[in-house]
C-alpha cells in the first residue's frame, strides 16, 4: 500500500492543505491498525518481548477507539 500525500497546489490554502492531509492518514489509521496486530502476533510468535507487546497493544488500542468513535457517531444520531 503507497502512502501519497496530495501535491500542494498553488490556490491552495494552508489550512486546506493541512485538513487533506488529516483526512489522508484519519483514512490511512484502519489499515495501521490491522499491521500493528498482525506485527504483534508475529512477534510474539518470535518471542521478541516486549516489542510484541507493544505492537499488539497499540493495534488494540486503535481498534477499540474507532469502535468508540463509530458508536459515539451512531448515539448521537439516534
Request: glycine share 8%.
Amino acid at each position: 500500500m503507497k502512502f501519497r500525500i496530495p501535491k500542494r497546489q498553488a490556490g491552495m490554502s494552508g489550512e486546506a492543505f493541512l485538513t487533506t492531509c488529516c483526512k489522508t492518514l484519519d483514512s490511512s489509521i484502519p489499515a495501521l491498525r490491522t499491521a500493528c496486530l498482525i506485527a504483534g502476533v508475529i512477534a510474539a510468535g518470535l518471542r521478541l518481548g516486549s516489542v510484541g507487546d507493544f505492537l499488539f497493544v497499540t493495534g488494540l488500542l486503535l481498534h477499540f477507539s474507532i469502535w468508540f468513535e463509530n458508536w459515539w457517531v451512531q448515539r448521537r444520531h439516534r
